[in-house]
C-alpha cells in the first residue's frame, strides 16, 4: 500500500569522512512515513537514528558529513535535489524538528517570547502584536501556565519540563506536515516525561499530524507510537505496527532490547543482557551487523548482510533467521 | 614511526621548516656563522649583500664596523630564542599557579589574583616592561625576569577558565570523595588537564616574547653590545636606512619569519591538541 | 541478623543565596535537603527516586561527607561522622566509596586504568603499594577485563566498559557502603543490563551495602531491598520494595509510579498524575510541599507539614490523608 505516504526514505546513506576513515553512520535506510502517522526510531547510540533525521533535514554538519546516496522524498518531491535556501524555507515551516537538551537548545540571553517569535517572522512573517499574541496562544496550547509573564521570561526561570515543552511549542509554531522529535524525552524526569508525551499526542491527534519520534526509551514508543523501526549499526532491522513490535518482536537484537529493560520482567534475579560491545562504526563487520552478539548466529550470518522479509501486515525484518519464511 | 606521521598531520610545513633551521641555528648558530659576528672590519664596511670583501662573500651584506650580518643573524638567534623561551616558561610558570589556584580555591584568593590581572591587562605590556627596566637595568636574565613578570596574566586568566570547567568534572568530585589530598588533586587531576591549553598559549605568546626582547633591546634596554641580538642589529641600522638598508632590513626580516612562523604553528598545534577534534 | 549501618536523624542542608562580591546579602535559601530520617541496612539496597532538583544528590554528597550538613546527624557503624578528621575521616573514606552517573566525566582522561583504580586506596593510607598493585589484578578480573588494560586510558574504552572501571575503583578499599549515584542512566539500554547484574553479583559477593541515587523506577525496583521517594528535599514515603510497587500511599508515589508504568502499546494517561510543574526549591510551598500539584489536596494541607508515620509495619508516608 504505496498511496501517499507523506515522507519516503529511499536507501539513505550517509556517511562522515574522519581521519580515522569513513564512519558508514546510516547505510542504506528506507522507511514511509503516513499522514497522520506516528513513526518510532529506535536504537542506541551507533545505530545512526540521530543522524537520519538529521539527513532529512540536510544539517549533517560540514565538510565531514554528506548523503552520498538515496532519496528523501516529501510529498513526492526529492529533498536531496533542492537548494539551501529551498532547505532553509522549508525547515522550521514544512518539517520542524524538537531537538534533546532543552538546557542547551534555548539561547539563554533571549527571553522565550523573543525566540519563539523567530521563526513566526521568518516563516510566517508575523510581527509586533500578532506574533506576541501567537506566542501566547502556543505557550498555551503546551500547557504552560500565565503564558504572557512567561513570555517576557527567560529560560533559566524555568524548569526543564517546561523547556522541553516550550521547545514542542516551537516545532508546532508554523503549522509543519512533519514534525521530528529528537530524543526530547531524555533529558526529563519521569513525571515530566510523561506530561511531554501526552502533551504532543494530544495536538498530533487534533491536527492530523506526521511525526517521526526518535528515541531509545520503550516506554516512549508505547505511549506515543502507531509504527516502529528498530535501528542498529546504520541500518534498519526491523520495522513493525507498535502492537506487533511488543507482542512478536522478530529480530534478535529487538527481543533482546525487550528482554533486557527490567520494568517488563518481574523476576528480581539476574535480568538478560545482550553480551558485548556496541558495534565500532569504523570497523563494521561483513554480513550482519549484530551477529557477533547474536546468540542463535548462523553461519550465513557473517558472510552477507541478510534481506528484508516480510512477516506480516507493515511487519518486515532483516534477519537470516526468517528469510525462509517468505 | 607511523605514530610519529600520525601527530604530525597537517602540520605548516614552511613553519615549521624555518622554525627548525632557526632552534638548529640557536644551537650551533656561533659555530656556523661563517664569520665572526664581532670582528671588526673597517674597511669592508656597508657592504651591499652578495659582496666581497677581504674575507671573502657576504652574502647578507656587512654592516657599519664590517661585520658580516649574516653570522650576526645566526649568533642572535640565540639570544631571541633562549630570552623568548625563558620568558614564556617563566610568565607561563607564574600565570598558571595563580590561575589554578584562583579557579579552585574560588573565593577571595579568586576575586584577588583576578583584580591584580585586570591592572596587569590594564597596563601596556611594553610600557610596563620598559619601566621595569628602567628600574631593574638592562641585561640578559634581567630582561627574561622584566618579560615573565610583565607576562604572566593572560596565561592567569585562561587557564582560570580551564580550571573552572575541570573542577566540576566528576573525577574530580571523585577525587575529594576517596579523600585524596589537595595537593594531589590539584597536581594529578587540575594541572595534567590545563596543559593543552598551557602549551597552546605558551607557542602563540612566544613569537610576542621574541618581539619584546627585540624591542626592549631596540631601545637599549635589552641585551647589551657586544652580544649579538636582532633587536639591537635592527637599531643599529637606523642610521643607515637609506644608504644601507641591509642593516635592518635583514635582522628585522628574521624577526618577523620567526615571529610569523611560531604564530602559524601555535594555530595549527591548538587546532591539533584540541579535544573535539581529537583522535582517540 | 541485620545490623543497620547507616542512620540518619533529622539531615538539614540549606545553601543561602547571596547577591554582591565583597558585602554580601542573603537574599534566600535552597533547602536542598530539609529534614531527613534515614536508616540503611548491612548488606541491603536502600533506592532513592524522585526527579531532578528534589535533594537526592545533595544527600548522597552529605553522606559522603562532600558537603556538612546545616543540622542532623549522621551515623555510620554507630559513630557521627560529621565533623571527622584525620585518620578516622579516612577510614571512613575507604568505607563508604562512589560510583557516579557519567561514565565519561568520572575517570580523568590523562590517567591510566592502574593510577584511576589505585587513587582511593593510596588515600586511604591503609594498603601498601605492593599490596595495591596486587589488589588492581583481582579488581579487574572482577569487572570481567584483562590484566593489560591496566596500561590503557580512559578514551580506549566504551561507556559500559568505564563504568565498571569506576565500579572496580570504588572497590578497591574494601568498602562497606557504596553510593550509586544514577550508575546506569548514562549507558546504552542493552548495557544497562550488564552493569547492574554486575553490581548486584558484587553485591552479593562481598555483602556490600548501596545507597541507590536513581530516577528510573524499573532500576530501582530491580535493584532495591527498600525504596524511599523524596520530594523538594523530604522524603514522603519509604517502604520495601514491593510494597511500595504494589501498594503506595502518597499522592506522589502514585503519580510517579503512573507515569512509569505503561510499557506496553494501548495504555492511557492515568487519572492520578500530578497538575503543574515541579516548583523552585528556593519558593518551597508552605504545609505540604506537595499541595500545590496533588490531585487529593484539602485546605490543611495548605497549613500544615504531614508528620512522616509508619502506617503498617515497614511502610512510611508522609500525607495528611494516610
Request: hydrophobic share 45%; with cysteine.
Given at each position: 500500500m504505496n498511496t501517499a505516504q507523506l515522507l519516503e526514505v529511499r536507501n539513505l546513506k550517509s556517511q562522515f569522512h574522519t581521519r580515522r576513515g569513513v564512519v558508514k553512520a546510516v547505510d542504506g535506510v528506507s522507511f514511509s512515513v503516513g499522514q497522520g502517522e506516528v513513526l518510532g526510531i529506535v536504537g542506541e547510540s551507533g545505530s545512526g537514528k540521530s543522524i537520519t533525521c538529521l539527513s532529512i533535514l540536510r544539517?549533517?554538519?560540514?565538510?565531514?558529513?554528506?548523503?552520498?546516496a538515496g532519496e528523501i522524498r516529501l510529498n513526492g518531491e526529492d529533498l536531496l535535489t533542492k537548494s539551501e535556501a529551498e532547505m532553509q524555507g522549508y525547515r522550521g515551516s514544512r518539517i520542524a524538528m524538537i531537538p534533546q537538551d532543552p538546557m542547551s537548545s534555548l539561547?539563554?540571553?533571549?527571553?522565550i517570547g523573543d525566540q519563539m517569535a523567530a521563526p513566526l517572522k521568518y516563516h510566517l512573517g508575523l510581527v509586533g502584536n500578532r506574533a506576541a499574541e501567537k506566542v501566547e496562544e502556543l505557550l498555551a496550547k503546551v500547557n504552560i501556565p500565565s503564558p504572557k509573564q512567561r513570555s517576557k521570561q527567560y529560560p533559566h526561570q524555568m524548569s526543564g519540563g517546561m523547556r522541553q515543552r516550550i521547545l514542542g511549542g516551537i516545532g508546532i509554531s508554523c503549522d509543519p506536515i512533519l514534525l521530528i522529535a529528537d530524543e526530547p524525552t531524555t533529558a526529563l524526569d519521569v513525571i515530566s516525561q510523561d506530561q511531554f508525551i501526552w502533551m504532543l499526542k494530544a495536538i498530533q491527534v487534533e491536527r492530523s499530524l506526521s511525526m517521526i519520534w526518535v528515541t531509545h526509551d520503550m516506554s516512549v514508543v508505547a505511549k506515543a507510537c502507531d509504527r516502529v523501526a528498530v535501528m542498529y549499526a546504520g541500518r534498519i532491522v526491523e520495522t513493525a505496527p507498535v502492537d506487533a513490535l511488543f507482542n512478536a518482536p522478530a529480530h534478535p537484537y529487538t527481543i533482546g532490547l525487550m528482554r533486557s529493560i527490567p520494568e517488563l520482567s518481574d523476576s528480581r534475579e539476574e535480568l538478560f543482557s545482550i553480551p558485548g560491545q556496541p558495534p565500532d562504526l569504523l570497523n563494521l563487520p561483513d554480513g550482519c551487523q549484530f551477529a557477533p552478539r547474536?546468540?542463535?548466529?548462523?553461519?550465513?550470518c557473517l558472510e552477507k548482510y541478510p534481506p528484508e522479509t516480510i512477516l506480516g501486515e507493515r511487519h518486515s525484518v532483516n534477519c537470516w533467521l526468517k528469510a525462509d519464511h517468505d | 614511526m607511523t605514530k610519529l606521521k600520525a601527530a604530525l598531520r597537517g602540520i605548516p610545513v614552511g613553519a615549521a621548516v624555518i622554525l627548525t633551521v632557526v632552534v638548529f641555528l640557536g644551537f650551533f648558530g656561533g659555530l656556523l656563522a661563517p664569520y665572526s659576528p664581532t670582528a671588526l672590519n673597517t674597511p669592508g664596511m656597508l657592504l651591499g649583500p652578495f659582496s666581497h670583501s677581504s674575507k671573502g662573500l657576504h652574502i647578507l651584506g656587512t654592516d657599519q664596523l664590517g661585520r658580516d650580518i649574516l653570522s650576526r643573524i645566526c649568533a642572535g638567534t640565540r639570544v631571541s630564542l633562549i630570552v623568548g623561551l625563558s620568558a614564556v616558561f617563566l610568565a607561563g610558570a607564574i600565570g598558571s599557579i595563580l590561575g589554578i589556584l584562583a579557579g579552585y580555591f574560588g573565593g577571595w584568593v579568586d576575586t584577588l589574583i583576578m583584580r591584580v590581572t585586570d591592572a596587569m591587562f590594564s597596563l601596556p605590556f611594553l610600557v610596563l616592561a620598559l619601566v621595569l627596566a628602567a628600574v631593574i637595568g638592562p641585561g640578559f636574565s634581567n630582561i627574561v625576569l622584566i618579560l615573565g613578570l610583565v607576562g604572566w596574566a593572560a596565561y592567569a586568566r585562561l587557564i582560570r577558565g580551564e580550571v573552572l570547567r575541570i573542577k566540576n568534572e566528576q573525577f574530580v568530585k571523585y577525587a575529594k570523595i576517596a579523600g585524596t589530598r589537595t595537593v594531589v588533586v590539584l597536581a594529578r587531576h587540575i594541572f595534567p588537564n590545563v596543559t593543552n591549553s598551557l602549551i597552546v598559549m605558551a607557542t602563540l605568546r612566544l613569537g610576542i616574547m621574541i618581539i619584546a626582547e627585540a624591542s626592549l633591546t631596540f631601545l637599549g634596554l635589552g641585551v647589551q653590545p657586544p652580544t649579538p641580538a636582532w633587536g639591537s642589529m635592527v637599531a643599529e641600522g637606523r642610521m643607515f636606512l637609506s644608504t644601507a638598508w641591509w642593516i635592518s632590513a635583514f635582522p628585522g626580516l628574521a624577526i618577523l619569519l620567526t615571529v610569523m612562523s611560531v604564530n602559524i604553528l601555535g594555530d595549527w598545534l591548538r587546532v591539533r591538541l584540541d579535544p573535539k577534534f581529537r583522535q582517540t | 541478623m541485620t545490623e543497620t549501618l547507616l542512620e540518619i536523624r533529622d539531615l538539614k542542608k540549606h545553601f543561602p543565596i547571596t547577591k554582591g562580591r565583597l558585602f554580601m546579602k542573603q537574599t534566600?535559601?535552597?533547602?536542598?535537603?530539609d529534614g531527613i530520617d534515614l536508616t540503611i541496612q548491612k548488606g541491603e539496597t536502600l533506592g532513592l527516586v524522585g526527579e531532578s532538583g528534589c535533594g537526592k544528590t545533595t544527600l548522597g554528597n552529605l553522606i559522603l561527607l562532600l558537603e556538612q550538613p546545616t543540622e542532623g546527624r549522621i551515623r555510620f557503624e554507630s559513630k557521627e561522622i560529621t565533623g571527622l578528621s584525620g585518620p578516622e575521616l579516612r577510614e571512613y573514606k575507604a568505607k563508604v566509596q562512589a560510583v557516579f552517573q557519567d561514565p565519561y566525566s568520572s575517570l580523568n582522561p590523562r590517567m591510566k586504568v592502574k593510577s584511576l583504580l589505585m587513587e582511593p586506596m593510596t588515600a586511604s593510607g591503609k594498603m601498601s603499594r605492593a599490596r595495591q598493585i596486587e589488589r588492581i589484578g583481582e579488581l579487574l578480573d572482577l569487572i570481567g577485563l584483562k590484566k593489560r588494560d591496566a596500561g590503557l586510558y580512559p578514551h580506549e574504552f566504551s561507556g559500559g566498559q568505564r563504568q565498571r572501571i569506576a565500579i572496580a575503583r570504588a572497590l578497591g578499599p574494601n568498602p562497606e557502603l557504596i553510593v550509586l549515584d544514577e550508575p546506569v542512566s548514562a549507558l546504552d539500554v542493552s548495557i544497562r543490563s550488564q552493569i547492574m547484574n554486575l553490581l548486584k553479583r558484587l553485591q552479593r559477593t562481598f555483602h556490600l551495602t548501596y545507597l541507590l541515587i536513581a530516577h528510573d523506577l524499573g532500576v530501582v525496583k530491580h535493584m532495591s531491598d527498600w525504596v524511599a521517594v523524596m520530594y523538594l528535599g523530604r522524603i514522603v514515603e519509604l517502604a520495601r520494595s514491593d510494597r511500595l510497587y504494589s501498594r503506595p500511599q502518597h499522592p506522589y508515589t502514585r503519580a510517579l509510579i503512573a507515569a512509569a508504568a505503561i510499557v506496553r502499546p494501548g495504555g492511557k494517561q492515568k487519572e492520578s498524575a500530578l497538575t503543574g510543574d515541579i516548583p523552585s526549591p528556593l519558593a518551597v510551598p508552605p504545609g505540604c510541599r506537595l499541595h500545590t500539584r496533588c490531585p487529593d489536596a484539602f485546605p490543611l494541607c495548605a497549613q500544615e507539614s504531614p508528620e512522616f508515620k509508619e502506617i503498617e509495619p515497614d511502610h512510611f508516608v508522609a500525607c495528611h490523608r494516610g
Open positions: 544539517l549533517l554538519p560540514k565538510p565531514a558529513g554528506r548523503i552520498v539561547n539563554p540571553v533571549f527571553t547474536c546468540d542463535q548466529m548462523k553461519p550465513v | - | 534566600g535559601t535552597v533547602k536542598a535537603v
